[in-house]
């Protein structure tokens, strides 16, 4: 089905919606969750708690990409849930160390948690990954979105991992200069 058309559904109240939406994008949603907390029982809790979020949220949002926009609901619930529990329990996602990668970028000011700072770090790294080569745009996403380890990110490109390091070490310096050109650092 048509995203456009399972939108409709939410703003409609159907619940047909969610089972679209599960059949569509569950295994994607999946994975995401996947990435970040490295267990399939805490992944699928937090599918289920990204679609209730999207059947909350829509309406009154209307999604412009319906599946980033559960992309993005997905991560942050899995973000949250890899927050709370102990991370050598939990098993061996990626995001630790994918923030930790990141960190050296855009860490150092306790501004950037304040509400607009936060806002206008988040719109410049958007600007940033939006002027970037195609590739390494995807890549930096798959790493630091998406938080894919470096092996499954240089299987996909056909690229060794040494070259995914090079590439990602090269753009968290890109986005450090460029951070600091537009003063968001």
């Given at each position: 089905m048509d995203d456009n058309r399972i939108v409709e559904l939410f703003?409609?109240?159907?619940?047909?919606?969610?089972?679209?939406?599960?059949?569509?994008?569950?295994?994607?949603?999946?994975?995401?969750?996947?990435h970040v907390l490295g267990?399939?029982?805490?992944s699928e809790e937090c599918v289920n708690d990204a679609l209730l979020s999207a059947w909350n949220a829509i309406?009154?949002?209307?999604?412009?990409?319906?599946?980033m926009f559960l992309a993005k609901l997905t991560r942050n619930h899995a973000i949250n849930r890899r927050k709370q529990s102990d991370a050598k329990k939990r098993g061996g996602g990626e995001a630790a160390v994918a923030i930790e990668e990141l960190e050296e970028c855009v860490a150092g000011s306790s501004d950037t948690e304040e509400g607009?700072?936060?806002?206008?770090?988040?719109?410049?790294?958007?600007?940033f990954v939006r002027g970037l080569p195609t590739r390494d745009g995807d890549v930096f996403l798959r790493r630091y979105f998406f938080t894919e380890s470096i092996a499954e990110i240089a299987a996909e490109y056909g690229l060794s991992q040494g070259n995914v390091s090079v590439i990602l070490t090269r753009t968290r310096k890109k986005l450090r200069d460029y951070l600091e050109q537009e003063q968001l650092l």
């Amino acid at each position: 089905m048509d995203d456009n058309r399972i939108v409709e559904l939410f703003f409609s109240r159907e619940q047909q919606a969610l089972t679209e939406t599960e059949q569509k994008y569950g295994r994607y949603l999946n994975a995401i969750a996947f990435h970040v907390l490295g267990n399939r029982e805490d992944s699928e809790e937090c599918v289920n708690d990204a679609l209730l979020s999207a059947w909350n949220a829509i309406p009154p949002t209307k999604p412009t990409v319906f599946r980033m926009f559960l992309a993005k609901l997905t991560r942050n619930h899995a973000i949250n849930r890899r927050k709370q529990s102990d991370a050598k329990k939990r098993g061996g996602g990626e995001a630790a160390v994918a923030i930790e990668e990141l960190e050296e970028c855009v860490a150092g000011s306790s501004d950037t948690e304040e509400g607009a700072m936060t806002e206008a770090l988040q719109q410049g790294i958007r600007s940033f990954v939006r002027g970037l080569p195609t590739r390494d745009g995807d890549v930096f996403l798959r790493r630091y979105f998406f938080t894919e380890s470096i092996a499954e990110i240089a299987a996909e490109y056909g690229l060794s991992q040494g070259n995914v390091s090079v590439i990602l070490t090269r753009t968290r310096k890109k986005l450090r200069d460029y951070l600091e050109q537009e003063q968001l650092l």
